[in-house]
């Protein structure tokens, strides 16, 4: 809610996410703009049902061919929460079916499917009694910001690096730091930020395809000037010449290599780029290093290098080994929930003070 109302869109939090009503430049601004949303969902229905043929008729009902044109191709998506229905797979064939023949009722003729790259999306969302119809206004996920060159083996979503550097509290006058930067994700993010640019200029919007779309109020908000833009000191680093390779491209695609330092370097030799800052990672936990053994080795020389190093710094770790505040022997200041897909994840933060003791010291 805080970041749509930076853009000056109220909303409301609700089940799954937040909502807002308000013209359909909101809804422009709000998928241009938004770092941390997956998608923006425009509903345009909620009916009752009781069976597969209740929610046909009431689909069927709803005027499909006012929303979109025959010619656009369609997929739809179920999900559910308490359904009585007992396949979701038939549920979404029924609603296909429904939207398919209100256009034939009413043009004799049917929009064809796509499943892999449609021009519109329907959502539904099936409940006990209620069926809930959107359209998606963002079409391909929002964390797709359009600029990615190359991929590391486990790259963050661009969604969640956005969100974790603004969980960091980061702002462009301080130091940002990833001494283990992957495919450059969240010194990508943290770049955009500072600039102030638009995360969804160089990609294309479910919206377009629809009827209701406004191009000459799409082309004066992109052509709108930017928020102020900020020279940041953002550095990053990596052992592995191939990946750093991969991320000068991420970053050259994103339109922000000039604002990010880049060097090889090993996590546990890296240097602190300045006196004080704030430094985000997401080390390997399991998938991109070795054997749990390996790990229990590794993070209690990290938080060594940590205390010694970078006094004076505010360090965030994301990452789904639960293991980590015991094994790299410092007590995190913060722990928060996050999901990377379906893998449970913390972010921790520990803020690194002269004298702050290991757990091990004060044993």
């Not at 006058?173 to 993010?189: R, S």
């Not at 500072?194 to 908000?221: H, I, S, Y």
């Amino acid at each position: 809610m805080r970041e749509l109302g930076s853009l000056e869109i109220h909303a409301a939090a609700v089940p799954g996410g937040v909502a807002f009503d308000g013209p359909w430049e909101s809804c422009y601004r709000a998928n241009l703009w938004s770092r941390l949303a997956s998608r923006i969902l425009w509903r345009v229905a909620q009916l009752d049902y009781r069976d597969e043929h209740d929610l046909y008729a009431a689909v069927r009902a709803l005027e499909w061919p006012r929303y979109f044109r025959v010619e656009r191709t369609l997929r739809v998506n179920v999900t559910a929460q308490k359904s009585p229905l007992k396949s979701l797979e038939f549920a979404t064939l029924r609603i296909k079916d429904a939207v398919c023949d209100r256009f034939r009722d009413a043009l004799g003729n049917r929009p064809s499917i796509d499943r892999a790259n449609p021009d519109v999306r329907v959502h539904a969302f099936l409940e006990s009694t209620r069926a809930t119809l959107y359209l998606d206004t963002s079409g391909e996920p929002l964390f797709k910001r359009g600029w990615r060159a190359s991929q590391s083996e486990a790259p963050l979503r661009e969604n969640l690096a956005a969100g974790i550097i603004a969980l960091s509290g980061w702002q462009a006058g301080e130091a940002l730091l990833d001494p283990m930067c992957g495919g450059a994700t969240l010194l990508a993010e943290a770049a955009a930020m500072a600039r102030g640019r638009a995360p969804g200029a160089r990609r294309a919007f479910g919206f377009e395809k629809l009827a209701a779309f406004q191009p000459a109020e799409w082309e004066r908000l992109k052509r709108a000037p930017p928020p102020q833009e900020h020279a940041p000191q953002i550095y990053g680093s990596d052992n592995d010449a191939e990946v750093l390779s991969a991320a000068r491209r991420n970053l050259g695609e994103a339109g922000v290599e000039r604002w990010v330092k880049l060097e090889r370097a090993d996590v546990l030799e890296r240097s602190a780029p300045a006196a004080s800052g704030v430094m985000v990672m997401n080390p390997p936990y399991g998938e991109r290093m070795g054997n749990a053994d390996e790990l229990a080795r590794f993070y209690p020389l990290l938080g060594n290098h940590l205390k010694k190093n970078f006094t004076g710094w505010r360090c965030y770790i994301f990452t789904a080994d639960l293991r980590l505040p015991k094994l790299i022997r410092l007590e995190p200041s913060a722990r928060t929930p996050l999901w990377n897909g379906a893998l449970e994840c913390r972010l921790y933060e520990f803020r690194i003070v002269a004298g702050r003791p290991t757990r091990d010291s004060r044993r």
